[in-house]
């Protein structure tokens, strides 16, 4: 089972990236996929989720209006389109799948809750 991101790099504040994480090994069309993220010296952070079904989605504050989660079940894909970067938001980004296993709840923002994760991607916001 594996995750790979793709999409990261160097952008200037103000411009957009597309994330983009690949699932192969199994299908994760019935799990919950995440976005979190490392700064150097930091904690790694939730910044966004995604249910089973893409109707369901949580965000981060400090991402909140300027990225959104997608995922397309067919290709075992999930997305992070992040706009408007901040310097502040210069991480490695990682993603990750969740099997929460209930019908009640269908997403997480604990990383202890995931059980794979990709190998992350840099971001860099420049200045």
């Known amino acids: 089972v594996q995750l790979v991101e793709s999409g990261g790099g160097l952008v200037q504040a103000g411009g957009s990236l597309r994330l983009s994480c690949t699932a192969s090994?199994?299908?994760?069309?019935?799990?919950?996929l995440g976005w979190f993220r490392q700064a150097p010296g930091k904690e790694r952070e939730f910044v966004a989720t995604?249910?089973?079904?893409?109707?369901?989605?949580y965000y981060a504050d400090a991402v909140k209006g300027r990225f959104t989660i997608s995922r397309e079940k067919a290709k075992n894909t999930v997305f992070l389109q992040m706009n408007s970067l901040k310097v502040e938001d210069t991480a490695v980004y990682y993603c990750?799948?969740?099997?929460?296993?209930?019908?009640?709840?269908?997403?997480?923002?604990?990383?202890?809750?995931?059980?794979?994760w990709g190998q992350g991607t840099q971001v860099t916001v420049s200045s």
């Open positions: 995604i249910d089973w079904s893409g109707a369901v989605t």
């Open positions: 090994g199994r299908s994760f069309g019935s799990d919950a």
């Open positions: 990750a799948a969740a099997s929460l296993g209930s019908s009640i709840v269908v997403i997480s923002d604990v990383a202890a809750e995931y059980d794979y």
